[in-house]
T-cell receptor, first 114, second 113 residues
Framework: IAGITQAPTSQILAAGRRMTLRCTQDMRHNAMYWYRQDLGLGLRLIHYSNTAGTTGKGEVPDGYSVSRANTDDFPLTLASAVPSQTSVYFC?????????????FGNGTRLTVT | AQSVAQPEDQVNVAEGNPLTVKCTYSVSGNPYLFWYVQYPNRGLQFLLKYITGDNLVKGSYGFEAEFNKSQTSFHLKKPSALVSDSALYFCAVRAFNDYKLSFGAGTTVTVRA
């Protein structure tokens, strides 16, 4: 079934540790996104990529980095986790050539930083 | 900068009654507007979108939304709510020339039997 796969599903992480959240899509979408979801704040864009080899900053990029080595994968890295990064993280994708296409979302990664 | 406001944190309705979830937006130029629904422990699912044309758009599961340019609103509606419509609903906006999609804070809908 075509879609977005995120891993892990959930993780408890000690503050100061490094963590990479994985995201893979098989729809050949050029554009990919990372959002965090927090109660009362909705979804906030962390980073995005319009196509392989390019990335951009969203609303809340500090403390996060991304890479886009190929079309399918868009990992999100927390270099040194802090408790305020406790959140649910969603990866999404959409066709680059059609800006009115909806985003497709993965099922999320629930991250707790202690 | 673009933004979305969903003024109600929660909406409670009885099954069979009309359901309305409010959304207002701010964006430069013509907007692309979307509604998504989220069920517990799942990602967001697309319901419907407004791009251009008819101000009333129809989407999945009997939902529809009305675009009002003068009021910069895009309210989600369903004529007769079901218990299974209980979920978290998000409105989102994108400028016509921008990849970034901005979301509202979400509205929790509870439909009681």
């Amino acid at each position: 079934i075509a879609g977005i796969t995120q891993a892990p599903t959930s993780q408890i992480l000690a503050a100061g540790r490094r963590m990479t959240l994985r995201c893979t899509q098989d729809m050949r979408h050029n554009a990919m996104y990372w959002y965090r979801q927090d109660l009362g704040l909705g979804l906030r864009l962390i980073h995005y990529s319009n196509t392989a080899g390019t990335t951009g900053k969203g609303e809340v990029p500090d403390g996060y980095s991304v890479s886009r080595a190929n079309t399918d994968d868009f990992p999100l890295t927390l270099a040194s986790a802090v408790p305020s990064q406790t959140s649910v993280y969603f990866c999404a994708s959409s066709p680059r050539e059609n800006l009115n296409s909806p985003l497709h979302f993965g099922n999320g990664t629930r991250l707790t930083v202690t | 900068a673009q933004s979305v406001a969903q003024p109600e944190d929660q909406v409670n309705v009885a099954e069979g009654n009309p359901l309305t979830v409010k959304c207002t937006y701010s964006v430069s130029g013509n907007p692309y507007l979307f509604w998504y629904v989220q069920y517990p422990n799942r990602g967001l699912q697309f319901l419907l979108k407004y791009i251009t044309g008819d101000n009333l758009v129809k989407g999945s599961y009997g939902f529809e939304a009305e675009f009002n340019k003068s009021q910069t609103s895009f309210h989600l509606k369903k004529p007769s709510a079901l218990v299974s419509d209980s979920a978290l609903y998000f409105c989102a906006v994108r400028a016509f020339n921008d990849y970034k999609l901005s979301f509202g804070a979400g509205t929790t809908v509870t439909v009681r039997a």
